[in-house]
């Protein structure tokens, strides 16, 4: 495949889609997709949390608890419980620019889900008991993210980036400004931001455009366009010099958040920005996740963002890791950053970042929600349906040297905000002094030499091999995707005391190496397919999932997919760094009080059944268990009398079957198979746990 080819079909052309606004000022786009019977219905108005003034931070936000909450025809509880008895699902989100209300549903309730998103728009009553109950959840929501690191630090790095700006505001305000939002309050801003002019509606599904049009006029036409008011958005002025926050949290990891100043999303750099971050920070094989996770093990999980809203963004490294790696793991970002100025980055890293973001906007054809989110993007943010096509023409036109340039535009130290959380009374953190010299010194010494960086549309083929596999295959050739999933019964329904955690152990060792490729190649093959491959285990199953481009040759997919699932080699040091992750992610458990209390409630509900144990196990046993009874216990798993395999997308199913066939007909059975585990006692009594 040529490195410069964008390997992404068009979109659904303007002959499946209408695009009108009504005299109001409402932008509509309908959309068809006639795939499977249900419609997305949305609607994106166009204030979020940095259209507030400061007195009533979290107003945005509490809309979308409130919009659907009872209007002059549906009391409260009505919309709710009518669109649970259309089969459907209703939410909502808040960005800093924009409020988003969705709904989901059958096709044939399209009449009905559209009558409820427009009475919500048009006549929500905010009901003064319900906001006083809602203002209430908003709180604990608040408590929540200040109980949550990442949350926590992540507020804090827009806070000491944005002085002025309201992105450096969270989204869902603070406890003062909550706790001070009345009915009053509430309904100004939706009296100042809620009219037809300041919204775009987005229907996609399994309708007639035509029809749905009617529709939207009459439900939507007999509102009046307002006058809207002044963003109060005042802009954020020049960092002139490295910010520092250190915060104090009794967690048992710390946080790592920092930012680089970068231009808003119309800007001309953002394309070659998306591909830095996902060069980085956005995938197995990237820079940061390979040095600093993979190889030196400094942090438990890394990643990198390119945050591009209407307004200038930033560019974010997040990182969670040990308290006494903060120093040696800050200096290795900051390396890998810096060293973006200096050389180039790869051919190779460059076209795998390509292709992967291209990928992004065929996985979200997938469903009509995923569509009609970019739908509604593109017109909120870009007034484009088509804007898809201006984003990959620009990432086909980045260079190597266009990395180069905004990485020596924006990253440097006196733009850049860090904040480190975590337990610090006991901390060697560096001052804003030594992050200043550790930034001169990086960024003045010469260069390093480059790193190498090591049609039967529908229907559901079912095939049962001769040793028991099943095969199971659906043609979907809307979008150029094809996703696979080998499932095999095991999980915590086959362990015991002892073995506690051996099968999410194994689900995280799958794709760290095989008889033919080590971690990094592996990772670099599925990602030069624009592709992902993940273990996963639960309660009753082990696993193996992916998803492709169908664009590339479907059969190296396969073969890849296959070569993971079926010759796995559990590398001995993959094990013991899976081991140490695994052990980490035990240590910090505690710091999620919300996940403590599901465990306890597991515990608690099953006295004798192996569902009572963590899917992590107990760091006892995981310090147990050994590299050759993992592989052991793996092949014991893999019994084709238990092996389901299933491909849905777009592929031939005669094609697939066949390349299924030959591999895996040969499987061999297992000589033995763990015994299930007998059923636990009914409770025949209330019990209570309690955790301090």
């Known amino acids: 495949m040529s490195q410069n080819l964008t390997i992404v ?17 409402l932008r509509v786009v309908i959309q068809e997709d006639h795939f499977a019977p249900v419609v997305a219905i949305q609607v994106w108005v166009k204030a979020g949390s940095a259209d507030e003034t400061p007195d009533v931070a979290g107003a945005a936000h509490v809309h979308e608890h409130m919009i659907f909450k009872g209007t002059t025809r549906r009391p409260v509880g009505a919309i709710a419980a009518e669109v649970e008895s259309s089969g459907g699902q209703i939410n909502a989100f808040t960005t800093a620019d924009h409020t988003v209300y969705h709904l989901v549903l059958a096709s044939r309730y399209f009449t009905t889900g559209l009558d409820i998103i427009a009475d919500a728009m048009q006549h929500s009553t905010f009901d003064p008991h319900e906001l006083g109950k809602e203002l209430q959840v908003v709180m604990e929501e608040w408590k929540r993210g200040e109980d949550s690191p990442p949350s926590r630090a992540a507020t804090e790095l827009f806070r000491l980036a944005y002085t002025t700006h309201p992105y450096g505001r969270p989204v869902i305000g603070y406890r003062e400004t909550i706790e001070a939002l009345n009915r009053e309050r509430v309904l100004n801003f939706y009296q100042r931001w809620y009219h037809p002019n300041n919204m775009t509606l987005v229907i996609v599904g399994d309708l007639e455009r035509e029809a749905a049009r009617q529709e939207v006029m009459r439900l939507f036409a007999s509102e009046e366009a307002v006058a809207l008011p002044g963003r109060p958005r005042v802009p954020e002025p020049p960092q002139q010099g490295l910010r520092l926050s250190v915060v104090d949290m009794k967690v048992e990891e ?23 971050s996902y060069i980085l920070g956005g995938g197995e094989s990237a820079r940061l996740v390979q040095t600093l996770q993979a190889d030196k093990e400094l942090v438990n999980w890394i990643s990198a963002h390119a945050y591009t809203p209407v307004d200038p963004g930033l560019f974010i490294v997040a990182a969670a890791l040990e308290q006494d790696k903060v120093r040696p793991a800050l200096e290795e970002i900051l390396a890998a950053l810096f060293r973006c ?23 979200r054809r997938e469903t009509v929600q995923g569509q009609a989110r970019q739908l509604g993007y593109f017109l909120t943010v870009f007034s484009d349906p088509d804007y898809e096509r201006h984003y990959l023409d620009g990432l086909a036109a980045v260079t190597q040297q266009d990395i180069q340039r905004v990485a020596q535009r924006y990253f440097s130290a006196d733009t850049l905000s860090l904040v480190l959380l975590g337990a610090t009374s006991d901390a060697s953190l560096p001052t804003v002094a030594e992050v200043q010299t550790l930034c001169n010194r990086l960024d003045t010494e010469p260069a390093p030499a480059p790193l190498l960086w090591p049609k039967d549309n529908g229907r559901v083929s079912s095939t049962v091999l001769d040793n028991g596999v099943r095969l199971l295959v659906k043609e979907h050739h809307g979008v150029p995707v094809m996703a696979l999933q080998a499932v095999m019964l095991g999980g915590l329904l086959f362990e015991n005391e002892s073995t506690t955690g051996i099968n999410n152990l194994l689900a995280g060792l799958l794709t760290r190496g095989s008889e033919r490729f080590s971690r990094l190649e592996l990772a670099e093959a599925v ?86 144990f963590l899917i992590l196990g107990s760091e006892e046993t995981v310090r147990a268990l050994q590299r050759e009874q993992l592989a052991n216990y793996y092949r014991t798993l893999l019994n084709p009398k238990w092996l389901v395999v299933s491909v849905v997308g777009d592929v031939e199913t005669a094609q697939v079957t066949a390349y299924l066939r030959e591999a895996l007909e040969r499987l061999p059975a297992a000589a033995t198979a763990p015994p299930l585990p007998p059923p636990d006692p009914r409770p025949m009594t209330v019990r209570r746990r309690h955790k301090a």
């Not at 079909?9 to 000022?25: K, M, Q, V, W």
Request: proline share 5%; net charge negative; charged share 25%.
């Open 9 to 25: 079909p068009p979109a659904s052309s303007s002959e499946d889609r209408l695009l009108f606004t009504l005299d109001n000022g």
């Open 254 to 276: 710390f946080s790592l958040y920092l930012g680089f100043h970068i231009p808003p999303a119309e800007h001309e750099d953002v394309f070659a920005l998306d591909l830095l």
């Open 341 to 363: 100025k200096h050389t180039l980055v790869s051919a190779a890293e460059l076209a795998r970042a390509r292709a992967n973001l291209e990928s992004d906007f065929i996985y």
């Open 527 to 612: 990602e030069s397919l624009a592709g992902s491959l993940r273990g996963f285990s639960g309660r009753n199953s082990l696993g193996l999932s992916g998803s492709f481009l169908t664009t590339s040759h479907i059969e190296d997919a396969l073969d890849l997919f296959l070569d993971t699932l079926l010759q796995p080699t559990f590398p001995t040091e993959e094990v013991e760094k899976r081991r140490r992750e695994v052990l980490l992610a035990l240590k910090n458990r505690e710091d999620d009080l919300a996940q403590t209390a599901f465990d306890l409630f597991y515990d608690t509900l099953f006295t004798a059944h192996p569902y009572r």
